[in-house]
């Protein structure tokens, strides 16, 4: 079977990485347009990078989980294609091979000059005055609100020529990752998972719900699936 995975915030959830919306989320303590877009960036630069040194430096410490796992366990049995919305690199690290970073990674900086340059950070520090090649300041290699999604097309093709679509751990309100859900043949079944009811999808009868846990609900999903 052809199975993509739309993967948000709640999968990394219970390795102890923030979500973004919500009671306790990375946006109740952040104002986004100070934060994570090119305006916040050419007005303070040295904020942006903090907080992304604070977030790279929680990812660095956290470790995939269960959920990850599982979705590499589903790659003995099927040909599974990860899209993900999150910068960490826990679908890496948990052994996941084909993913497709939609809003870039943390663990990545770029050339504020040559958008092609990107760069490995060493460690959780990303300062004002470190360069590259060219010798311009580095940035995080983040898609950040306003700027433009150069992996969408991809995904929007992988998706559309998929059996099952599981969606997990994201609340679908930032566009145009949300969409991608919209973007499958009508014969494609569509699997969600959320511990909170997302999203209807009232038009497609293709789809199931499942409500709880990502690394207690993937586990059991993954079992149903290595048998069909
Ligand atoms: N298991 C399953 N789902 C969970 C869990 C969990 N353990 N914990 C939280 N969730 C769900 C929440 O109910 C919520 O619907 O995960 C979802 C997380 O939603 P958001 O915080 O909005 O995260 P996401 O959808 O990934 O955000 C999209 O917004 O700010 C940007 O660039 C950022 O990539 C991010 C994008």
């Known amino acids: 079977m052809k199975i993509a995975v739309l993967t948000g915030a709640g999968i990394s959830a219970e390795s102890g990485l923030q979500t973004f919306r919500g009671n306790n989320g990375l946006w109740e303590g952040y104002n986004i347009y100070e934060v994570a877009t090119p ?23 956290a470790k995939p989980n269960a959920a990850h796992f599982a979705l590499v366990e589903l ?6 294609q990860i899209i993900t919305q999150n910068v960490d690199d826990l679908h890496e690290r948990a052994g996941s091979k084909n ?6 990674k943390i663990t990545q900086s770029r050339s504020t000059l040559d958008p092609n340059l990107v760069y490995d950070i060493q460690g959780w520090e990303l300062k004002m005055g470190d360069k590259c090649e060219l010798g311009s ?15 969408i097309d991809n995904a929007i093709e992988l998706v559309k020529n998929v059996d099952l679509l599981l969606i997990i751990g994201t609340s679908l309100q930032v566009y145009p990752a949300a ?17 909170e009811k997302i999203h209807s999808f009232s038009t497609n009868a293709n789809v199931q719900f499942i409500q709880g846990n990502a690394t207690v609900e993937i586990p059991k999903i993954v079992e149903e699936l290595k048998v069909l």
Not at 99 to 104: F, K, R, S
Not at 138 to 151: D, K, N, Q, Y
Not at 184 to 194: A, L, Q, Y
């Open 39 to 61: 305006e916040a960036w050419n007005k303070n630069p040295t904020l942006v990078q903090e907080f992304y040194n604070m977030r790279r430096k929680n990812v660095l410490a």
């Open 99 to 104: 993913i497709i970073h939609l809003h870039g």
């Open 179 to 195: 969409g991608l859900a919209t973007e499958v043949d009508t014969n494609t079944k569509i699997i969600v998972v959320n511990t």
């Open 137 to 151: 300041q580095l940035r995080p290699h983040i898609v950040w609100f306003g700027e433009a999604v150069p992996m």
């Open 75 to 80: 790659e003995k049995y099927h040909q599974v």
